[in-house]
């Protein structure tokens, strides 16, 4: 497996030339993988959650469109991202095991109490 990563010192007004060559079959884009998600995933966690922008990350042989999803409530407003789900960009599974479910149900609703406490 190679990664890839940059400190932000390393970025910071410096030049950065970086060639990546990757041949691969994605049977799903992005957007795809986004409604993938708000419609499989999101109703399972609970009220108030929705499924973000998609970003593509490559980590060794996995390809997979990360999706952030964001707790947001119409009194509270967007309140923040809880965590990303994974969807296999060549064949769309989505990877999501019991104990990533259980982690992101707990982010938001810290993120909930968080907003309730300061609205008070």
Known sequence: MHSI???SEQTSESPLLLHLHLEAMLRISGEQARLAVNRQVVPMLGTGLIARTAELAVTGE???WRVPV???????G???????????ARTG???LK???RERLVR????????????AE
């Open 5 to 7: 990563v940059l400190t």
């Open 62 to 64: 996995e390809i997979g």
């Open 70 to 76: 964001s707790l947001s409530l119409p009194s509270l």
């Open 78 to 88: 967007d309140l923040g991202q809880i965590g990303c789900v994974v969807v296999d």
């Open 93 to 95: 599974d989505i990877q």
């Open 98 to 100: 019991d104990t990533d």
């Open 107 to 118: 982010h938001a609703r810290h993120l909930y109490r968080g907003a309730t406490l300061s």
